[in-house]
């Protein structure tokens, strides 16, 4: 394509805290340029963050219902491609049903919706249109995660008995929703965040990565929820039993409240021959254990040598990359699939290799059942999805 | 007192496993010497290893009974004083109850019977003989563990919310039981190793492990067995939601089919205030994660300054210890209460600190309550030792 | 400023190297915008990677004379502020000097020229003319390295004693320079890399590291330079003993031929009461020792707590930052600088901090220090820069 | 051999350091038994040791003098077969030379003499005698050590270019010489401890360790020695560049004034195809890094699989080793030989697997030659013994 994709934001003004990383990971390829946006509820901070991106007066606006019309009403060489969404979980289905309506591409953050009927209701629309949507499920962005999906595909490790999906925080460890602390207030708050806390939060992403990784689907699950920090709303800890399609089991936990941690994320699955481990703080190390060798230490961008890690990786190896870098992936890989659409073209998979509205649904999915596993003290299985 | 203390063994001859390391730990510190045993069903190989032991003929005996009754006849300045017991679990009681019945302290392999009933009886027999068992769950022997334990009993970490007990193994990813591994061979089978397999193994460390640091028992559990080799007897995976007293909570993971991985040992503890992290494959070290300052990895032999660090410790800092030092600890502690009650003192709260029939009798009661949860479906929670 | 700043490009082709990475670097923050270059001395490939980087034709040029000449003759409002030269060493100094000359600021890998003379040349340029130029020691621009380098100007760590320096590679462990390895090739030119090969490449990172973070300078090295490689032209490992300033030593290690590693950068400085340690592989982490206290685990985003680690870090404690970041916050700080100057602002401290003209003297000095003692085996310490 | 090999013992009483730690190396694996000593030149401490060791009186002696006579008097089946001995520096070559002269063999702490020419005595009577010594390098102990040295020999790694010892320490950041602290009054005393101090307690341990694992001796040397503690007598820190036969070259690093370093003791070795690492914090990893594939962690006991590590080896994989083992495996592979020998037998290659007077020879001579070359700033390179 001869020029970048545009890109519109609704949220991630300057006092807000996720849309700069999505402005990072979609700036630093060059493929994107931010042409409008409508960046808070409040006029004004909309106008100052509008001007600190450089953007005309005119294409900052009050509203998003206001900027999807008029944008739409803009000429092809000039309107956005696409939106990207980072505002609370309840502000998620309003703007992305109306910018799809308007024929406008999505980047979503997760959880996709605020109930699963949402989610199904972006499904139709999205199978209506054939337009695209990304969910940032960062972790899966990550190039050591792809080559364990890869290595994992192609059977490395034999059949997969094993999945250990762990997530803990220590951030809500006190109750930093009654100190002025903005993630804190709406995470925890059901009416802005939804039917889960954590789970929701992080939950989420842990069973995503699962699912990712080891290609297969949880189809039963046991949870014990907890809410450790008096008086807050939703649940900030939990646990999960994993049953998965082929006879695979294993464990989730998410945890808000464990002191001291930062976002350490980790994966491990294990096989017949072997298994695999990565963790979050360093990222570009996967480590695979074997039966009958000695534990290897892959690394990106040196002996990490598929094609899919190359392709999602930008430094050479030993120049550590991070979370921008797995971030910018989705959308880099969200921007080709879409510039090759428009050059009539088929992305092929390792464009397409992005979360969209499938783990939008999954992920809605995996709230219910944890949610409704989680609190509940006869049940031991639910269904996934029931 | 002025000689040392005097062991027999009934198991741990030369074609054996964990005796070796009986005797490791137990002559590290010149505390003890081995008088007698009978270290095989086998006589010739009893004989043979007794000749390598440097044991006189005449103290090598043919069965436990002859030898605990001929050392009963023996001079005090002469028989032996305690006998360890490393065969494997169904012949646990048998020698343990005819040792305390002939006056003799015991030292057994973990798990303490092969059923709880049989725990209970030899709980009677200590209490009626006012003599001393110690139970060998080393990883409660390491000095980092132990020092662990005193930061959350001294509230360093405020009231414990989370505990988080792994043992991951991979050495019974395929069928080892039928490719001659005697070790495996008697694990898993049912009429030897008793009504679990992976869990009666290492279940029992982690929950030993689980407990011992955050001073919390587990008062319920919800559980998910499994057999990923087939044909195979018993379990060789699981894993357990936990609830603790005080409204802590946790998870249980033991597996034997986590392929490459070695005796993976690892516990997580988190409180209000920060949390705690030991892993067995870097023991000298406990990283310790605070809400409101940096990690800190506390070493021993030198910024773990605790007494009981000290205590439980040989080497300066930085010279690191390991398995067999944490195995000696037991021994010491174990030979230093029966020293001191022999002189008439009372021993002291350090020479306590080794696992005994307590512990034993907690551990035969969660195998009880993994394997009922374990295979249950409807069953969420089950209380535990009911 | 009401507009980004507009960047040019000498060098970094479709067909090179580090030129993705000063792009990439550049325009994450959003602050930057390609709009020239002279990508390569093929036309071809120049105008096929202005295509590619969304350039006009027009603007894409095929000298860097021309793109000097033609640049400075367009309005204000449309030529480029600064350039990025991305060229080997031998292509250094011209056109920085023009691009000086011509009013443009100056963006430069390091080493910054091909001798020291020249680099002497462009300073006095710089001084007469006011502009800025930034010289990518990315490593410096790690905000854990920044902090580091806090640490110790705070005086935590006491009166410096000790510094190690060290720069292990093993990519040019075989004769990569005659197996069409590009990058290999003119690296090991003395023609086109200068009189240094490992110790222009990477010796000089671990030098201005070394310096940056202690604040103290090396006065003198006594230094032993190797050619492992067969028919090699340069050199391709050394090591240095080091004296610095105040009485402190050390060692600085650079090399390429130890096999198997990759980017090891690592730097550890020991004062009297404590010191730390950092290293690329794990960038996020500043590892921090005492005499007195545990070894504590400081963080980027989360428990590094100062303002330089706040103002060069772009995620929330826990999500790794890497190379691209570190690269982007001299492109960062250069532009706050250049941007600040714009608008008749002095450029603050932190603006300020990215490596300049005198940590580019200070390495071509390294350079003819280095190689002048690694080659003498009669002189043992050689005056720095003498 | 149908009975335990006897030990006496010099120095080592309870006031002492390094004499426990010999014990516990010499009791473990039950093949020694202490059966005399002279613990201090302190008669109520050498007496009071006696009888906490389980001495009978007669066996404790007043003078080492005394020793050495008494016990050649007594009848071969009860004097002791070999002597320990640990005293400090300036006290070795006495008892040493007195011990052969008696018929004893000996284990020693390093660095084996006081001065070159006493360890060329020790040589002549070793040769003249038949005697057995043995030099308590430690660190040449671990398995995993000896498994490097292995794969070196066996040219996994093709030609080796580079070796890097390093053994930082902290504990002399201050002056603890002047605080009470015995082992730092000695060791920097040159009267008791000789003409290095750094560099003879902790640099001949780093020299020991490159010479072990690459099978590569030392030709010559550059050096830098500095004493940063003022007042102190003896070099508290330095760093080497070095010249091994066969074109390899390195560094040496030993230092105790790192300030919060432990007994940092690390090496890595490159050649031409591959290189390891070694660090002694975690002693059963072998780290090994190749050209052409993914780095491999090799574990002790699991997939280190040479018969050598097996040998040195007491626990299964995952079950970590540490210092004491090591130590014992010093003491184990020494009662081997004299075991063997006495059975008129010839000791295999694993049982003379432990370090001996040419390693005391080459410590001594590295510790001129450090010395001689650390303090002249004219001559660069000594030659190694010169």
């Not at 008096?230 to 945890?255: H, K, M, S, V, Y």
């Not at 941690?261 to 021959?273: L, M, P, T």
Request: proline letters at 4%; aromatic letters at 10%; hydrophobic letters at 40%.
């Amino acid at each position: 394509m001869n020029r970048k994709l545009r890109m519109g934001m609704v949220g991630g003004g300057t006092d807000a805290f996720i849309g700069a990383v999505h402005r990072l990971a979609a700036f630093m390829d060059n493929q994107i340029e931010l042409v409008c946006g409508c960046f808070s509820v409040n006029p004004e901070i909309s106008k100052e963050s509008g001007k600190l991106y450089y953007l005309p007066e005119n294409r900052v606006y009050e509203t998003y219902q206001e900027m999807f019309e008029k944008e739409a009403q803009l000429p092809e060489g000039e309107r956005m491609d696409f939106v990207t969404i980072v505002t609370p979980n309840f502000v998620h289905f309003g703007p992305a049903m109306m910018a799809l309506e308007n024929g406008f591409h999505v980047v979503i953050d997760k959880p996709i919706t605020f109930t699963l009927d949402e989610a199904l209701k972006l499904n139709e629309k999205l199978e209506e249109t054939g337009l695209t949507l990304a969910l940032t499920h960062t972790y899966s962005g990550y190039p050591a995660v792809k080559h364990a999906r890869k290595m994992v595909a192609d059977g490395n490790f034999g059949k997969i008995r094993k999945i250990y999906a762990e997530y803990p925080q220590g951030w809500l460890s006190g109750a930093a929703e009654n100190e002025g602390n903005a993630q804190a207030s709406w995470r925890t708050d059901p009416k802005k965040s939804g039917k889960a806390g954590c789970m929701g939060d992080i939950g989420t992403h842990a069973h995503q990565l699962a699912e990712y990784i080891s290609g297969l689907r949880v189809t039963e699950l046991c949870a014990d929820l907890n809410t450790y920090v008096p008086n807050r709303r939703l649940d900030d800890d939990g646990a999960a039993l994993l049953r998965f399609e082929q006879d695979a089991t294993g464990i989730l936990l998410a945890t808000q409240v464990a002191a001291g941690e930062e976002n350490a994320i980790k994966i491990r699955v294990y096989g017949e021959k072997g298994g695999l481990e990565w963790f979050q703080h360093e990222p570009n190390s996967l480590i695979v254990k074997w039966t009958d060798q000695p534990t290897q230490i892959l690394r990106v961008g040196a002996t990490m040598d598929s094609e899919v890690a190359a392709h999602n990786s930008r430094t050479p190896g030993g120049h550590p990359e991070g979370y921008l870098e797995a971030f910018a992936n989705i959308y880099r890989n969200f921007a080709l699939t879409i510039m090759a659409k428009k050059e009539g073209k088929q992305p092929t998979a390792e464009m397409l290799d992005f979360p969209g509205i499938q783990d939008g649904i999954r992920g809605m999915q995996f709230i219910d059942t944890v949610v409704k596993a989680g609190y509940d003290d006869e049940v031991k299985w639910v269904k996934f999805g029931e």
